[in-house]
Structures are given as structure tokens and as C-alpha cells.
T-cell receptor
Framework: NAGVTQTPKFQVLKTGQSMTLQCAQDMNHEYMSWYRQDPGMGLRLIHYSVGAGITDQGEVPNGYNVSRSTTEDFPLRLLSAAPSQTSVYFC??????????FGQGTRLTVV | AQSVTQLGSHVSVSEGALVLLRCNYSSSVPPYLFWYVQYPNQGLQLLLKYTSAATLVKGINGFEAEFKKSETSFHLTKPSAHMSDAAEYFCAVSFGNAGNMLTFGGGTRLMVKP
């Protein structure tokens, strides 16, 4: 009964480093997405995917890359980390017309 | 572009009092509307959703929300607050388009006083 699994839960990066946040879901959902949560701003959409091999940009895509090679996995890559990317990142999945299920989040600090 | 406004970033109520968290959206087309709750250091959990059926929607933990098209509102209520209701609450809107992408309000932190 895993749902949406994100790893790692916590990460500290130095400015300029790259890393990948992992997201996996076991509900066979076609839609997956990444959001970042910042105080007072709610959650903002970074990238999303409507199926394997199909991705698109959301509201705040700069500095991030995604790919969707399988239905289950949707990793988020930070190309060159910046302090402005310090945030809590959430992955979500859903089926058409249904509500989104969220992972537990990854708390990222860039120093 | 669609937007969601949650009035009041912090709301404080006494235990047993009415909880009212306000949410307004901007759209000329009825959207899908959601309330999510986030407990400290956790992900978001769905409280309830409106998807064009009944305008009064009942959710988990005694919460309910009423969709009012004329006011473009979807306020969340609970008759009697419990200490365990202390959390952050997010209103979100989707138009059911490909990807079910959500636009969130800024969140309201609910504090419950004993």
C-alpha cells in the first residue's frame, strides 16, 4: 500500500551541485507532477506528465528537468542548484478526473 | 489564468468552536475544487472534492464545503473544532484538463486553542 514514494526525505546541496529527486507510484496512474512548496505561496507546479514519454512545463520550470520513461517513475533533476531552489518538493499522481495523491515530500536546502 | 485566494493565512479558534476557512477562485467555467490538509512534516491529504455533483460536499473528519457559483467560493467548515484539526489547509482548483493540474491557494494555518 505504498502510494507515492519520494526519496530522499531530506537533502542539503551546495550551490552549483546537481541532484535527482526520485518519485515512484504503484497505482498505475497516468498523470504525475512535481510541485514546490514555499511559505505563503501554497504549492506551485514545476513539471508534469500525462503519460510515459510525455512531459510538459508548469508554472516554475526553470532550473529543473524531468523525464518519464515508465508509468511508475517521474524523477526531478536539479541541473545546478541555487539557494532560490531551497524548498519542499512534492510529487503527485492521479488518474483522469480524479484527485491527486501526494508523496511525503523532500525538504531541500541549498547553501 | 485561474487563481485561488484563501483569505487569512492564519486562523485561530477555540476547541469546540466553528471552523470557517475561506476560499475563492477566479473562473467563468465551473472547475473541480479540492481541499487538502497538511499536518507538520507530512504530505497533503485530500479532505473533500467538488466535481459538479451536489453543491454541499462532505469530507473526512467532519469537514464540509459548499460550492457557490455566484460567489465563486468554496469555503470549508466544521461545526466543532478539535485539537487534532490543527494543521495547514489548502484550497485547490483544477479544470479537469489533461494532467489534472492543480492551482493552489496560499494556505491557511489553523490553530486550535484549548
Amino acid at each position: 500500500n505504498a502510494g507515492v514514494t519520494q526519496t530522499p526525505k531530506f537533502q542539503v546541496l551546495k550551490t552549483g551541485q546537481s541532484m535527482t529527486l526520485q518519485c515512484a507510484q504503484d497505482m498505475n496512474h497516468e498523470y504525475m507532477s512535481w510541485y514546490r512548496q514555499d511559505p505563503g505561496m501554497g504549492l506551485r507546479l514545476i513539471h508534469y506528465s500525462v503519460g510515459a514519454g510525455i512531459t510538459d512545463q508548469g508554472e516554475v520550470p526553470n532550473g529543473y528537468n524531468v523525464s518519464r520513461s515508465t508509468t511508475e517513475d517521474f524523477p526531478l533533476r536539479l541541473l545546478s542548484a541555487a539557494p532560490s531552489q531551497t524548498s519542499v518538493y512534492f510529487c503527485a499522481s492521479s488518474s483522469r478526473g480524479a484527485e491527486a495523491f501526494f508523496g511525503q515530500g523532500t525538504r531541500l536546502t541549498v547553501v | 489564468a485561474q487563481s485561488v485566494t484563501q483569505l487569512g493565512s492564519h486562523v485561530s479558534v477555540s476547541e469546540g468552536a466553528l471552523v470557517l476557512l475561506r476560499c475563492n477562485y477566479s473562473s467563468s467555467v465551473p472547475p473541480y475544487l479540492f481541499w487538502y490538509v497538511q499536518y507538520p512534516n507530512q504530505g497533503l491529504q485530500l479532505l473533500l472534492k467538488y466535481t459538479s455533483a451536489a453543491t454541499l460536499v462532505k469530507g473526512i473528519n467532519g469537514f464540509e464545503a459548499e460550492f457557490k457559483k455566484s460567489e465563486t467560493s468554496f469555503h470549508l467548515t466544521k461545526p466543532s473544532a478539535h485539537m487534532s484539526d490543527a494543521a495547514e489547509y489548502f484550497c485547490a482548483v483544477s479544470f479537469g484538463n489533461a494532467g489534472n493540474m492543480l492551482t493552489f491557494g496560499g494556505g491557511t494555518r489553523l490553530m486550535v486553542k484549548p
